[in-house]
């Protein structure tokens, strides 16, 4: 059977994905399901899954679909049966620890990750009120805490379930693996306590190093840029403007703050041709580069998406170490298929979910894309390349993107991965130099890079381009018509006429861009009212956004990231109220705001929030009307 790992890891992954937002029953019922999948097929072969004449075509090809069957229904077993066990030993347990005013005995397991005011730590438990705990946790804090990164710290502090009050960020961080969060409780009268830790631990000099690159990031470079080469370097995103990050949110380049295949390829490989060149031993140099992996895996703290890319590289070396081609898909699957075991609850963050897609797309789709683009359309390979590299990750991203981000993504992501993306790889290799060899040229040169960065993105980001944003209905006709697409191309194939793989794609790609483009067009007038909370509200339509009390900022923003708005055309404090006014310095620091109205300063007065949309403030009131709608905020 070709490609197994391919077959296991994409599999689990897919099953998992979905369980992920089902209720908990659905679990037991997969597992029905795949069991009872699993003994058909294995009724179904007539011999083992080693064939024992594996020359003869007939019998390979008769044998190979039960082989599939019965591995991907063992494989779904599988995932089904770790996530029960997650869920029994860690997710579960670890709820039941919810209090407050207990004494937390941990260790701290990461730097300081400053954010919206606050520092926030990961904690490993290992007391809590006396009894012994093993738990993963976040402390925030308001001022920094003064330890060392695997030092101890006991504090009196209350715990509580993150995400609690709101279902989408409780998803986000069931899938990230951290279901509780604590802080000091009577931070005054009861400070923490840190005790140093005299035995050695491997990601301490790591941490330090990451800690040293931030600063010397920080004291080298301007503001932004410094922010833009922490993001890239190391993940840290806690520097980057509100300005900056909407601009790449619109262009749909975000993804290049998450650190992934694109940036360990291109550090990897670009060390492997430097020792090569140098004429260093091939096996030195292949071994020296998988060392590097494995080190940058853990300086930007193992996540998801750079373990995934991480696993993938150390495949293709070993390869290169024996001589002998590694299989992208297949390494793929095996990456996915660790991952998922280490914790299943994963394969619901939707960055896990984009990163495989993309990549994906791009083993399956990039190079039969590129060959026609030059050669029959006579494109010069530079344009060639990243337009297939785009097309073929976009391929598989759309519909994850179209299901679960409610503003979609822009039209935008096409030009923008044209321009952006051949100058992530240059950008961080200029930054990374300079942080250990300062030489102003050099800074210079990677300064540049980061403003032409900027500036194009926040350019492209002006256009307001078009975006693709799907409904249940659009989406549901456009995968009924890829599936009818993807089985009338099996059909094809099996009857020995197959089609071309490149039509197949460029038909699905169709669909998905229609079921993607018709809702956001024909919904394209429509004005949405998004409540963020007690007295505040959001109302959208489009690009432009209106913000109608202030008592939520983090939740006015993170509607805004969604729906990809990058300023506010008016923001109304209704009344003096702390309900009402609560976030607006926050609102008013981060956010561009064209009109701000104050009912402090005045009262009973009609404003425009944009051409077809009228309001009127009066006695702490906020009265609305378009098309002969009439809509009253109290």
């Avoid at 750079?306 to 993938?312: D, H, N, W, Y």
């Avoid at 344009?383 to 598989?396: D, Q």
């Amino acid at each position: 059977m070709p490609r197994p790992f391919a077959i296991i890891g994409y599999t689990m992954l897919l099953t998992l994905a979905v369980l992920f937002f089902l209720p908990e029953w659905a679990v037991f019922v997969a597992l029905g399901g795949f069991s009872l999948a699993l003994v058909i097929a294995l009724v179904t072969t007539n011999s083992s899954f080693t064939l024992r004449n594996a020359s003869k075509r007939a019998q390979r090809s008769d044998q190979a679909p039960p082989q599939v069957v019965a591995t991907s229904a063992a494989a779904g077993l599988i995932a089904c049966l770790l996530l029960v066990l997650q869920l029994a030993t860690a997710y579960y347990p670890a709820l039941e620890h919810t209090a407050q005013g207990v004494e937390v005995r941990a260790t701290i397991t990461s730097n300081a990750d400053a954010r919206f005011g606050r520092y926030y730590y990961q904690l490993r438990t290992h007391e809590i009120d006396g009894q012994a705990v093993n738990l993963r946790m976040r402390l925030s804090s308001p001022v920094p805490v003064y330890a060392e990164a695997y030092d101890d710290i006991v504090f009196t502090g209350n715990i509580f379930l993150l995400g609690g009050d709101d279902p989408d960020m409780l998803q986000v961080h069931r899938a990230r693996g951290v279901y509780l969060g604590t802080f000091m409780h009577r931070w005054v009268d009861e400070p923490y306590q840190v005790i140093p830790r005299d035995s050695f631990h491997p990601m301490r000099p790591i941490l330090r190093l990451q800690r040293h690159m931030q600063r010397q990031l920080t004291t080298l470079y301007p503001g932004e840029e410094s922010a833009l080469f922490r993001a890239m370097l190391l993940g840290d995103q806690s520097g980057i403007s509100w300005a900056t990050g909407a601009d790449f949110r619109v262009t749909g380049k975000w993804h290049i703050f998450s650190v992934s295949g694109l940036h360990m390829s291109v550090l990897a490989w670009t060390l492997l041709k430097v020792l090569r060149a140098l004429r260093v031993n091939d096996k030195l140099a292949v071994c020296s580069c998988a060392a590097f992996v494995l080190f940058f895996m853990a300086l930007t703290g193992f996540t998801n998406s750079c373990v995934r890319a991480g696993i993938m590289m150390l495949i293709m070396l070993a390869g290169e170490l024996f001589n002998r081609r590694a299989d992208a898909l297949n390494s793929l699957g095996f990456a996915a298929m660790v991952l998922l075991a280490i914790d299943p609850l994963s394969a619901g963050h939707i960055g896990l979910q984009l990163s495989f897609a993309a990549t994906l797309g791009i083993v399956l789709f990039a190079n039969r894309m590129a060959k026609p683009l030059h050669k029959q359309l006579r494109l010069p390979k530079l344009f060639a390349e990243p337009l297939a590299v785009t097309t073929a990750a976009l391929a598989l991203t759309l519909p994850i993107t179209l299901l679960r981000l409610p503003g979609g993504t822009s039209l935008l992501s096409f030009p923008a991965n044209m321009v952006l993306t051949p100058l992530v790889g240059p950008a961080m290799i200029l930054s990374g130099i300079s942080v250990f060899i300062p030489w102003p040229p050099l800074m210079w040169l990677a300064t540049q890079l980061a403003r032409f960065m900027m500036w194009s993105t926040n350019w492209m980001a002006g256009l307001g381009a078009p975006r693709l944003q799907g409904d249940m209905q659009s989406l549901a006709f456009a995968f009924g018509m890829c599936a009818v697409i993807a089985a009338f191309a099996l059909i094809m194939r099996w009857r020995k006429q197959p089609v071309p793989l490149r039509y197949t794609t460029l038909a699905v790609a169709v669909f998905m861009m229609i079921g993607g483009w018709l809702p956001g067009h024909l919904a394209r007038h429509e004005i949405h009212v998004t409540q963020l909370g007690e007295g505040s509200y959001l109302v959208s339509q489009g690009y432009r956004a209106a913000l109608l009390g202030a008592g939520d900022a983090r939740a006015a923003k993170r509607e805004m990231q969604l729906r990809g708005q990058r300023e506010l055309q008016v923001m109304v404090l209704p009344t003096t109220q702390r309900e009402h006014t609560a976030g607006a310095p926050e609102m008013q620091r981060d956010v561009p705001i064209a009109l701000l109205i104050d009912a402090a300063l005045t009262d009973n007065v009609r404003f425009n929030l944009w051409d077809d949309l009228t309001g009127i403030l009066h006695d702490g009131r906020i009265i609305l009307e378009w098309d002969g709608r009439v809509l009253v905020f109290e």
